[in-house]
């Protein structure tokens, strides 16, 4: 089975990637004062990870679509495992 895996930093390919159905979840990576996040959209053969700059309405956008907020979002490349904390 094919898949596809998408790491990007910019905000419109994440959004154009996020209509499916499927599970989202952002946390914040930057310190006090950036607007630095994470995000990972997983679907059945789709997994989009974002790392970079949101704004406010991009983050109220992607709250809005259903993004869950967790503590940490981790890859661990050696078991092509994706670990949540929440």
Do not use: Q, W
């Not at 990637?17 to 004062?33: D, P, Q, R, S, Y």
């Not at 630095?36 to 956008?61: C, D, M, P, Q, S």
């Amino acid at each position: 089975m094919t898949s596809l895996v998408l790491h990007t930093s910019k905000p419109d390919t994440l959004f154009d990637n996020i209509h499916e159905l499927g599970a989202c979840f952002h946390c914040k990576t930057g310190g006090v004062g950036e607007d630095e996040y994470t995000v990972l959209y997983y679907a059945r053969n789709k997994r989009v990870h974002f790392e970079g700059k949101l704004t406010t309405g991009e983050l109220e956008r992607l709250t809005r679509e259903g993004s869950i907020e967790v503590t940490s979002i981790e890859y661990d490349r050696f078991k092509d495992e994706l670990i949540i904390t929440e």
